[in-house]
């Protein structure tokens, strides 16, 4: 018997490919995901002279993709053939390519979104009386509605195009799996719109969700270019810009100009290098390479600059139809253009080396001590940095500055600012650490769950713990005493701009924290974030900010807790003793630390995860309000619309959810303190309720307020536990409270006045006045 490998092949019949075969497999080479449909259409509304773009998104462009322009407009009698290929208003023969200065020119970007995706067109000429509204599939027009023909109908509408893409790749289900999370598919939307709003200045931008009403990124027209990078970089990146200037070269027929960061910036994240080639959005390994090499010397080992070249080079020396998605192009005389872009490069960086900028920390008397390692957030108030000038060359480890003074250090001899008067006397100082700091008490709370059986949940809300006393009458006499504010920044330095990483509280890192102290957790990196709604909750939060009581926060000694009972400590201010409401006032900070750090929230992992609805059958039971007949429908309201939503709970504040309704981790807004996992399951019952999910605003600060109120720490209330159990317990939060919690105060909050108005902070006594009462007996 004849084996299959020994039967001869014979030869199959070449047939030719059905035509919706071929622009299938065409369009996925050129529409690879929603971020490459929107670089082909923005383009298009570049050609067409727009001046302001719009786009509007919804789960991360697969099931909408809306960008509206204020072009010129396409004519009615070319919108039955818009979608097909190789239709194009811009090439006529092949020669013309030598020469072309349009982004498009195969007029295959609309034909391959229409054999991918339900396609839109509203447009309007400056000529015609109306706009006209159109269908398309697989690139011919179809009818609006069934039974009605498919020609163009007349509709209202203004100057120019706007394309509406609707489920992208719902007939390709392999390519639509393959994308990552809706999330990630906006982020590289978004990408596409900042990159190409930075190089046309002139146009003004805005990118939007779809169903909300402030955008995420939004630009001016008439702008400049550095103007437009402030704006969606952040000023931040924005001062420590160079120019590179525009440098033209005759021999080789090409120019070149951009923007670039110098030696005080930098990243972990690579994609901060943009290049434009004769205003093409490209990618050119080759010239990255050799600019990232220049910063290898001069940056920390890992990290990356930010860099805008746009290049131009003579048309006819670019080859721009060397890639289906136009992400390449191939130019002559390579390696020259290269070599000269270096070299006008390291003349920038070189000349910036003149001047580098750190951050330094001045010295104060006892009067005027602050914590050390108080810091000062960028978001909500910024500090000049001071300059070091005549550093010797990059990468210098010289402990010597040039010969410069250290005019940044003020040093004040102590004696010559103590006042003579006892009555006056500061004998406390702030910045001093305690011996107990460094010892942390054993058996310190770790990332596990307790089993439901062995853990009562107690029910204890803010308004049950916060005991409020009559707030200070005299606040103006109170004020008399305190300095000028505008000494505040002064003792503040400038964040440390590190990445936050997943951490895993165990007790291995309990027993380092015990080795090396804790003192308010480790320093806080403000996220940059762009979206409005959270740039105007940090500017509220500054606008907010009281002078008085964020003296008395900075500069505070803490003299003991009270009561943990009534969340009750003593702080001391220069000569005056507060009564604080510590509860309360960590409620404010760690919403703030939440805030401060949206996006880049770090994370306590749960091993093994916990289940979200045996926590919420445990947190239920305390909710007298909901009748037993409606717990069960709740629990499972209440689940639903935390998995529904954990995409967005685990990108912004770091609360990973399985699809099963499993917690893998928590938020964790300050290193060194955990909450109180106890309270988990009413922490998960208040997100119901208590979290507005309707507006993007009202969500993001509700959830932050729920997730303060978790972290605080609350009263120690009646128990059947032993004497020696609640002793251990009282110890374990009242190290927390002054060895954690105040020394974050000190660092981070910046107080409102409703601390004050709220009895939360109350004087109850001032040395003077003392002295005045007992001055003869002392005497």
């Excluded at 020994?6 to 080479?29: M, Q, S, Y």
């Excluded at 290049?275 to 080759?286: A, E, G, M, Q």
């Excluded at 750190?358 to 008397?365: D, E, I, K, L």
Aim: glycine share 6%.
């Amino acid at each position: 018997m004849e084996s299959e490998q020994d039967t001869p092949f014979e030869p199959k019949p070449i047939v030719a490919l059905d035509e919706i075969v071929i622009n299938r497999i065409a369009a996925g080479e050129i529409i690879q995901r929603p971020a490459n449909a929107l670089k082909e259409l923005i383009e298009n509304c570049l050609d067409a002279g727009a001046k302001s773009i719009r786009v509007s998104v919804k789960d991360g462009g697969l099931k909408l993709l809306q960008i509206q322009d204020d072009g010129c407009g396409i004519r009615h009698a070319d919108l039955p053939i818009l979608c097909q290929r190789f239709t194009t208003s811009k090439l006529r023969t092949f020669s013309d390519l030598e020469t072309i200065a349009t982004y498009g020119f195969r007029g295959e970007a609309l034909a391959s979104i229409s054999h991918v995706a339900h396609v839109s067109v509203l447009t309007k000429t400056k000529e015609g009386n109306c706009a006209w509204k159109a269908n398309y599939s697989d690139g011919v027009l179809i009818p609006l509605r069934p039974g009605e023909s498919p020609e163009p109908k007349s509709a209202a509408g203004n100057q120019g195009t706007t394309i509406i893409v609707e489920d992208l790749f719902f007939n390709v289900p392999t390519r639509r799996k393959a994308l990552k999370s809706t999330s990630d598919e906006f982020s590289r939307i978004l990408d596409v719109v900042t990159k190409y709003s930075i190089h046309n200045p002139s146009v003004s931008f805005m990118c939007k969700k779809a169903g909300q009403a402030a955008p995420v990124l939004s630009t001016p027209c008439l702008s400049t270019s550095a103007q437009t990078i402030r704006i969606v970089h952040g000023p931040t990146l924005a001062k420590e810009l160079l120019h590179l200037p525009k440098t033209k070269n005759t021999q080789f027929e090409f120019e070149f100009e951009g923007w670039l960061t110098g030696a005080n910036w930098n990243t972990k994240r690579s994609g901060g290098f943009l290049v434009f080639i004769n205003h093409r959005l490209v990618d050119c390994p080759r010239l990255k390479k050799a600019v990232e090499a220049l910063y290898s010397v001069i940056l920390p080992k890992g990290t990356y600059p930010w860099v805008y070249i746009d290049l131009l080079i003579k048309p006819e020396n670019v080859d721009v139809n060397v890639h289906p998605t136009k992400s390449e192009v191939h130019f002559l005389n390579e390696e020259e253009i290269i070599e000269a872009v270096c070299e006008t490069v390291q003349e920038v960086l070189i000349g910036a080396n003149s001047s580098r900028t750190y951050s330094t920390q001045p010295q104060n008397t006892v009067q005027q001590g602050s914590d050390p390692h108080h810091d000062s957030d960028p978001e909500f108030e910024e500090e000049e940095p001071r300059e070091v000038k005549n550093l010797p060359t990059f990468g210098t480890n010289s402990g010597t500055y040039g010969g410069s003074k250290p005019s940044s250090t003020r040093i004040v001899s102590r004696s010559s600012t103590q006042q003579s008067n006892p009555a006056h006397k500061v004998r406390v100082d702030p910045t001093v650490r305690t011996l107990d700091s460094m010892f942390a008490p054993l058996n310190s709370k770790i990332s596990t769950i307790v089993p439901p059986e062995s853990a009562p949940i107690k029910r204890r809300r803010i308004d049950e713990r916060v005991e409020s006393e009559e707030g200070d009458e005299d606040e103006n006499k109170s004020k008399a005493n305190i300095e000028d504010d505008a000494d505040m920044s002064e003792d503040e330095v400038e964040w440390v701009n590190e990445e936050v990483n997943t951490r895993t509280i165990d007790e291995t890192k309990q027993k380092s924290n015990r080795e090396r102290g804790i003192s308010g957790g480790g320093l806080v990196r403000t996220s940059e974030c762009r979206l409005t709604s959270i740039v105007r909750l940090r500017n509220l939060v500054k606008e907010k900010r009281h002078n008085l009581v964020s003296e008395i926060i900075k500069d505070h000694k803490f003299v003991g807790i009270v009561s943990c009972e009534r969340t009750q400590s003593l702080i001391q201010h220069n000569t005056k003793l507060y009564l604080v409401n510590h509860a309360a006032i960590a409620d404010e900070l760690f919403y703030q630390l939440g805030l401060c750090q949206f996006g880049e929230i770090g994370k306590i992992r749960l091993d093994p995860p916990a289940e979200i609805k045996p926590l919420l059958k445990l947190a239920i039971v305390l909710e007298e309000d909901v009748p037993e007949e409606r717990r069960e429908a709740t629990i499972q309201m209440i689940e639903q619309r935390l998995i529904e939503r954990r995409e967005m709970l685990d990108e912004y504040f770091s609360l990973t959810i399985t699809e099963d309704g499993r917690i893998e981790s928590i938020p964790l807004l300050l290193e060194g303190y955990t909450p109180d996992l106890n309270r988990l399951p009413e922490f998960l019952m208040r997100l119901g309720p208590g979290v507005d999910w309707s507006d993007e605003e009202a969500c993001f600060e509700s959830f932050l307020r729920e997730l303060a109120y978790f972290y605080i720490p609350l009263p120690l209330l009646p128990s059947d536990e032993t004497d020696a159990t609640r002793d251990k317990e009282r110890e374990l939060e009242s190290f927390q409270i002054e060895h954690v919690i105040f020394p974050a105060l000190r660092r981070h909050l910046r107080p409102s006045k409703s601390l004050l108005k709220g009895g939360h902070i109350t004087q109850v006594a001032n040395l003077p006045d003392l002295y005045k009462v007992f001055e003869s007996d002392l005497l």
